[in-house]
């Protein structure tokens, strides 16, 4: 409990209580700002577009490294900590480099939306692959080849015996995601161009207001970035529960 104080319950005490040094009043007045508003909805919507994508393509993605052999495996399943191991301002550069103005493969998203949902999809990428593959992984196969050998379909095989055990792992990893997602800002940083009203992210927002020295209004929508984060955590985490007392 004392680790966890230093490391983390002591700053964000912080933070909050940084957040009122204008009172209550002073607080919403920064989270209601029109472009604080702005810029929290344009991060939490691209969040939640992101980590429904990669409930799907993640899910997927681990069930075929898990389930599939095929040439260079272990090349692709290095692969996908990638943007675990790369700092993300190198990210950033790179998806700048490959979709900006001098792109390759001609495509150009540099300073629009899709640029934040595609460099948000970049970096939560592993958080669903890695959370779902160890399930798969111990998940005993009996009961579907049963299920199959009863003239069940491979949907309905997947729908009832496969992703109850998956479920918990899926939330999991989607809750994790979101969390990264709200908060990521290295990535962003570049390939947004950070305009107010148009892509300005909440992260970046946050840098731009602490470059104005106005820390009390960073750390009001920090305040609530975090909130948001553990709200969906703690939901996540409740329906992975009653999921898991439904299916025991």
């Given at each position: 409990?004392?680790?966890?104080?230093?490391?983390?319950?002591?700053?964000?005490?912080?933070?909050?209580?940084?957040?009122?040094?204008?009172?209550?009043?002073?607080?919403?007045?920064?989270?209601?700002s029109p472009q604080a508003v702005s810029a929290l909805e344009l991060t939490l919507i691209a969040s939640l577009i992101v980590v429904t994508v990669n409930a799907v393509a993640g899910t997927l993605i681990a069930w075929v490294?898990?389930?599939?052999?095929?040439?260079?495996?272990?090349?692709v399943n290095?692969?996908?900590?990638?943007?675990?191991?790369?700092?993300?301002?190198?990210?950033?550069?790179t998806l700048l480099a490959l979709y900006g103005p001098k792109s390759p493969v001609g495509v150009n998203v540099a300073f629009t939306k899709a640029a934040i949902v595609l460099a948000l999809l970049f970096?939560?990428?592993?958080?669903?692959v890695r959370a779902v593959q160890p399930v798969l992984l111990e998940l005993d196969t009996d009961m579907e080849q049963a299920a199959e050998s009863l003239g069940a379909r491979p949907f309905t095989v997947f729908r009832r015996i496969v992703f109850p055990n998956l479920r918990p792992a899926i939330l999991a990893g989607i809750g994790l995601g979101f969390a990264r997602a709200v908060g990521e800002f290295g990535s962003l940083v570049l390939i947004t161009g950070n305009v107010p009203f148009k892509t300005q992210v909440a992260s970046v927002f946050i840098f731009s207001q602490i470059e104005s020295d106005n820390v009390t209004s960073a750390a009001a929508v920090s305040v609530v970035l975090l909130l948001a984060s553990l709200v969906v955590l703690l939901g996540l985490g409740r329906l992975a529960r009653r999921g898991e007392r439904r299916h025991g």
């Open positions: 409990m004392a680790y966890l104080s230093v490391i983390a319950l002591i700053p964000l005490a912080a933070v909050a209580a940084r957040s009122t040094d204008n009172g209550l009043d002073g607080f919403w007045k920064a989270v209601s490294l898990v389930r599939d052999e095929f040439p260079g495996k272990g090349v290095s692969l996908i900590d990638l943007p675990f191991a790369l700092p993300t301002i190198v990210a950033g550069i970096v939560t990428l592993p958080f669903v």
